[in-house]
């Protein structure tokens, strides 16, 4: 009797997680992304799983619920540890508390261009990082484009000094708080879906993205004067859930990778564009754009964040190596 019921129980355990079931079974995956769906990160996804869908024969189904349908990034990021969302595209800053190696790549000024930056996280140290990211339950498959951070506000901000006492949001890291608290500003940590009404009601005075996510959120309406301080490169990743990576064989593995950095390359291209794209549509609706030409006072600046986050030996290797890299 027992020992049926046992058996019962294994079997409804089996029903209720297909993909284990039969392993000719189609899967269907869930996955988070924060953007709407013209966003060059979601049209990148949407190439990915495509590509994938097509090269397992349907027997890998992903579906992308675009525009944070489920659920804010902090609670995304949980999601994907405990494997109840099996894919999503991430911003380093939200995993800077968790997976310390990802601040590096955080740091304000620390790449060069772009071409710096992808031949950073597309190399050994982006490898690095992606094995702490694993051991945290996040698998890399891709790195994906973000552009420069730049400040924007309800009033201009023209100088370091006009950063002083300042209600700016940023993401949920300890390492975006010492940035601010480094240039006298009050950062107010803030899911990304309630800038836009922070910013309206006066609760925030600024905030800090780049150029397609100010557009695509709408934050030019309600914070008018752009500065371009291009503080931080920070990357973004696309990632697999190491719990349905576990499941995943090598054949599959390997198709999941190369879709994934087939789409990276897509996703850097539609990027570039967008950037464009985005600073000349906020300007056609009347932001005032003020432009930094000379960023030495701000990077100067950060030496506390550097002295901060980059003091212990791993830290400040992987930070020579990021400077060191051509
Ligand atoms: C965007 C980024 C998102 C998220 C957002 C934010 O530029 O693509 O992943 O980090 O900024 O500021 O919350």
């Known amino acids: 009797m027992f020992r049926r019921a046992v058996r019962f129980a294994a079997a409804a355990a089996l029903a209720a997680l297909p993909w284990i079931s039969t392993p000719s079974q189609a899967q269907e995956w869930r996955g988070w992304n924060i953007h709407p769906p013209d966003y060059p990160v979601s049209r990148g996804m949407d190439r990915f799983t495509e590509l994938v869908a097509q090269r397992t024969n349907n027997r890998i189904r992903m579906r992308t619920y675009h525009s944070a349908q489920l659920g804010q990034q902090d609670e995304a990021i949980q999601q994907m540890r405990i494997g109840s969302i099996d894919f999503a595209e991430f911003n380093m800053s939200g995993l800077n508390n968790i997976v310390p190696s990802t601040q590096v790549l955080t740091l304000p000024f620390i790449f060069r261009d772009v071409a710096h930056q ?5 190399g050994p140290i982006g490898d690095t990082v992606g094995e702490d990211l694993e051991k945290a339950g996040f698998v890399v498959l891709a790195w994906y484009d973000a552009g420069a951070r730049s400040m924007y506000g309800r009033r201009p901000i023209r100088t370091p000094e006009d950063m002083r006492g300042l209600k700016i949001r940023v993401q949920t890291s300890d390492l975006w708080i010492d940035i601010m608290r480094a240039l006298g500003a009050n950062a107010t940590p803030l899911p990304y879906g309630e800038v836009y009404t922070s910013l309206q009601s006066g609760v925030l005075d600024a905030a800090e993205n780049n150029w397609p996510s100010y557009e695509s959120s709408r934050h030019f309406e309600v914070a008018r004067y752009f500065t371009t301080t ?7 990743i696309l990632a697999v859930s190491r719990q349905r990576w576990n499941r995943l064989n090598p054949a599959d593995r390997e198709i999941l990778r190369t879709a994934a950095r087939e789409s990276a390359a897509y996703q850097r291209q539609l990027w570039a564009e967008r950037e464009r794209v985005s600073r000349e549509k906020v300007i056609a ?3 005032q754009v003020i432009d930094i030409t000379d960023r030495s006072p701000w990077a100067r600046l950060m030496e506390p964040v550097y002295a901060k986050y980059a ?10 190596r990021i400077r060191e890299a051509r």
Do not use: I, K
């Open 118 to 122: 992808h031949m950073v996280v597309d």
């Open 230 to 236: 291009e503080h931080s490169n920070v990357p973004e």
């Open 285 to 287: 609706a009347g932001v």
């Open 311 to 320: 003091s212990d030996p791993r830290m400040a290797e992987l930070v020579r």
